[in-house]
């Protein structure tokens, strides 16, 4: 974040995992779970104040990669950075070239949401893992290896706070995860 008198906006990271970190494979996720899907729709989508709305940041490869029947993520304030002059996104969807740029328009419209999570991918979560306004990382953790071409940075400054037991679901087990910054690992943007 740009130094001064702007107020800082913390955000937390979504996203899921294989065990070696994997978290995609040509553009798309190399698995389907449903319990994963509603887990994070219920994350990102659930406020306390009924008036606003959660913010869900991702790149463009990511929008990309989500159906075209739920673009935009429903119920939530879908921000996409790009640096492609010509992506259209869709109506409503706030399109930014940096997070410097994001960030500081989300703080004028701070009023407008209550919590901000930054779902993908792996150039935009390298970009903010080391932000000292990531507060906390839900990670579903996939217990199997797959032939991923993408990866989630390294855990490296983070410990698990919480871990769910493992689940079955559509032949793959599973547990969900959360870490906070170790305390002596703090960093700007």
Not at 76 to 95: E, H, Q, S, W
Not at 141 to 161: H, N, Q, T, Y
Request: charged share 25%.
């Amino acid at each position: 974040m740009v130094r001064g008198a702007r107020m800082e906006i913390p955000f937390d990271i979504v996203v899921a995992t294989d065990v070696e970190g994997g978290i995609g494979k040509a553009g798309r996720l190399p698995w389907h779970l449903s319990a994963d899907l509603k887990h994070f729709k219920e994350l990102t989508s659930l406020t306390q104040d009924k008036d606003k709305r959660n913010v869900v940041i991702m790149g463009r490869k990511t929008w990309e990669s989500l159906p075209k029947e739920f673009r935009p993520l429903r119920h939530r304030i879908n921000c996409v950075l790009t640096r492609n002059k010509d992506f259209m996104g869709a109506p409503g969807v706030l399109k930014k070239n940096s997070l410097d740029a994001l960030f500081h328009h989300l703080q004028e419209i701070h009023d407008q949401f209550e919590r901000v999570f930054v779902i993908g991918g792996s150039e935009i979560f390298a970009q903010t893992i080391g932000s000292r306004n990531c507060r906390k990382i839900y990670l579903t953790r996939i217990l199997e290896k797959f032939d991923c071409d993408v990866f989630f940075p390294s855990l490296k400054g983070w410990g698990k706070e919480s871990q769910s037991p493992v689940f079955a679901g559509q032949s793959l087990r599973y547990c969900f995860e959360q870490y906070i910054r170790n305390s002596s690992s703090k960093s700007a943007f």
